[in-house]
């Protein structure tokens, strides 16, 4: 495993203090410093001389205290502490010194399962033919990808019985996608059921203390969003439905951006109405005057702005590719519905999701409007409102509740709690309306089923799966720009 590799490569084991020099941006790959701070190091970004001093000085010499320097700025750094650490650098070339580093930086988002699969390679394949050849011809192979989602699978399922907490969810969340858009690139079935039934353990117990949560590089939950990226030149994007498996797949396409990958946490239910209107409002759906209606978003919007300081003028509501801000806009939120309609017209479920937005993102539409806004002097976002999962229909009921503007059949909201039929109730749970008006019942259809016809193979969105709950949250820069 990559971390095993790195851990070698660091002398986790026998060295109490690292100095690190960090070469192809290797932490947006894979998280080696939360594996430092798990190993009981303290870890510091050099990224300030005098600033590092100060610490050095009064928290570690003289003392036994474990600690893990990383630079990734190629600063000057004082002859006595680089001979009072363990010096090591930490790029593709230490870790797999077979292959050709350049080629290796093109398949980062891959880099785990080219770990899985260099050990492997007996003999150097050190130029960018050979490398390739072996990525294309070894690597990105069913032969190789599904033992590899097998191995990966039985460790992300114990990982999820022992998660407890927000950041371990989002790690898990991450996992689960990127091993879903490759079972999908071989045309093999994956459900993440069984980490499903753990994640709605955590729904029932820490998704209500979302909203006291303070996250530092993204939103806990989607409408502290606002609070978030409100106070300069500001532009979001929001791709109705898009999911994490869906973003992985995007990605793939954003060679012309550096971006930071994290996530936040969907409202519940998960629909259109409530989850979007709370994001671009600020506002929890308790305290919107119809969460199940899309009439009030925009107005919405434009308050949250103004109540952050911008004029009418300084702020832009839009939907589509082309819709840019003018030149004095300031705030500016921009609706892309691609990724949703795919989801209600998919016929070809998760294999369909995945060859459909694999043709979006070939067209460059979404990294136009990105390179555009960025272009413009806009800090950039993407996020979703929701995801979208796979389900089976159990069957079509009698629609009795309140009728929202979703085409979601994974929930229903009763008006003044009516009776439950037996039926219904089997088919469900009872969500307890966290953030939502107390006044409404919330069923949610149990595991991977929908109010679909009976055995119909739909893509949808509504529930409280993982893929469903869990979203991008991306801030996205240009490489050329820094």
């Not at 994001?279 to 009030?296: E, H, M, V």
């Not at 500016?332 to 999701?353: F, K």
């Not at 949610?444 to 089923?449: A, F, N, P």
């Not at 709950?469 to 991306?474: N, Y």
Request: glycine content about 6%.
């Amino acid at each position: 495993m990559i971390e095993e590799r790195i851990r070698t490569l660091l002398s986790v084991e026998y060295e109490n203090r690292l100095l690190i020099h960090e070469m192809n941006s290797f932490s947006s790959v894979f998280d080696y410093a939360q594996m430092l701070i798990d190993a009981g190091y303290e870890v510091i970004l050099y990224d300030d001389i005098e600033t590092f001093r100060l610490t050095y000085e009064n928290n570690l010499r003289g003392t036994k205290a474990k600690a893990a320097i990383i630079s990734r700025s190629h600063m000057y750094i004082p002859y006595d502490i680089k001979t009072a650490f363990y010096e090591v650098e930490l790029s593709l070339d230490a870790l797999y010194p077979k292959l050709n580093s350049a080629v290796l930086l093109e398949h980062l988002n891959d880099i785990e399962l080219i770990d899985y699969v260099y050990d492997s390679l007996y003999e150097e394949q050190k130029t960018e033919v050979q490398t390739r050849h072996f990525i294309e011809q070894k690597v990105l192979t069913k032969a190789a990808i599904s033992p590899f989602i097998a191995s990966r699978d039985a460790d992300l399922l114990k990982e999820a019985k022992n998660a407890s907490s927000y950041f371990d969810w989002i790690c898990i969340a991450k996992k689960n996608a990127k091993l879903g858009v490759y079972a999908a690139s071989i045309g093999k079935e994956r459900s993440p059921l069984t980490i499903d039934n753990e994640f709605e353990r955590f729904i029932f117990d820490g998704y209500q203390k979302l909203s006291g949560m303070v996250a530092k590089n993204a939103p806990s939950i989607l409408p502290k969003t606002i609070d978030m990226i409100a106070g300069g030149k500001a532009a979001i994007i929001v791709a109705d439905g898009m999911s994490l498996f869906d973003f992985e797949i995007m990605s793939k396409y954003f060679s012309d951006f550096e971006y930071d990958y994290n996530c936040s946490f969907a409202m519940i239910p998960t629909t259109t109405s409530i989850s979007r209107q709370s994001l671009l409002s600020g506002k929890y759906p308790q305290q919107l005057s119809d969460p199940f209606s899309l009439a009030k978003e925009e107005s919405g919007f434009y308050n949250a702005a103004s109540e952050h300081g911008y004029t009418k003028q300084q702020t832009f509501y839009a939907r589509g590719y082309d819709a840019l801000p003018g030149p004095l806009v300031r705030f500016a939120a921009i609706i892309i519905n691609d990724i949703d309609d795919m989801v209600h017209g998919q016929m070809q479920g998760r294999q369909g999701m995945f060859n459909d937005v694999t043709l979006l993102a070939k067209t460059g539409k979404l990294q136009s409007l990105i390179s555009s806004l960025l272009e413009s002097g806009f800090s950039v976002y993407l996020t979703a409102d929701h995801g979208n999962t796979h389900c089976m229909g159990g069957g079509t009921i009698k629609r009795t509740g309140v009728e929202t503007e979703t085409k979601s059949k994974r929930m229903i909201v009763l008006k003044d709690f009516a009776e439950v039929s037996d039926d219904l109730r089997d088919r469900t749970i009872v969500y307890p309306g966290y953030y939502m008006n107390k006044s409404y019942q919330y069923l949610i259809c149990k595991g991977d089923t929908s109010f679909d016809n009976k055995d119909e193979d739909v893509m949808t969105h509504g529930g409280i799966s993982i893929e469903e709950v869990i979203v991008p949250f991306i801030k996205i820069r240009s490489k050329h720009n820094g």
